[in-house]
């Protein structure tokens, strides 16, 4: 079965980097988009940034854009989130997700219910 696994969370200060690692497996995801959305304590999930898996083409939100990268790893299936600038209102847990690129009728790539599979979270905590 599928399966995403996060890591790479942790403390870090403000201003600081932190790099998130999601290994993917149980199926091919080359027609896939995987995303990365987070969910601070009493706050909605969110979306952070998505990439489609052939092709590379790449989404942010507007609260991470010029701070975050996203990228893959064909070889290792191993999609990768680089923080840069932290900031304390990053601090959520954050989780992978997949989803096929045409699935419940859209391409949709920012909607936490249109993405079919997920990890199970790594919390990131950036301190002041």
């Known amino acids: 079965q599928v399966q995403l696994v996060e890591s790479g969370g942790g403390l870090v200060q403000a201003g600081g980097s932190l790099r998130l690692s999601c290994a993917a497996s149980?199926?091919?995801?080359?027609?896939?988009?995987m995303g990365w959305f987070r969910q601070a304590p009493g706050k909605e999930r969110e979306f952070v940034s998505a990439?489609?898996?052939?092709?590379?083409?790449?989404y942010y939100s507007d609260s991470v854009k010029g701070r975050f990268t996203i990228s893959r790893d064909n070889a290792k299936n191993t999609v990768y989130l680089q923080m840069n600038s932290l900031k304390p209102e990053d601090t959520a847990v954050y989780y992978c997700?997949?989803?096929?690129?045409?699935?419940?009728?859209?391409?949709?790539?920012?909607?936490?219910?249109?993405?079919?599979?997920w990890g199970q979270g790594t919390q990131v905590t950036v301190s002041s």
């Open positions: 149980g199926r091919t995801f080359s027609t896939y988009y």
């Open positions: 997700a997949a989803r096929p690129s045409y699935y419940r009728g859209n391409y949709y790539y920012g909607r936490v219910n249109d993405y079919e599979y």
């Open positions: 990439i489609r898996w052939t092709g590379g083409n790449t």
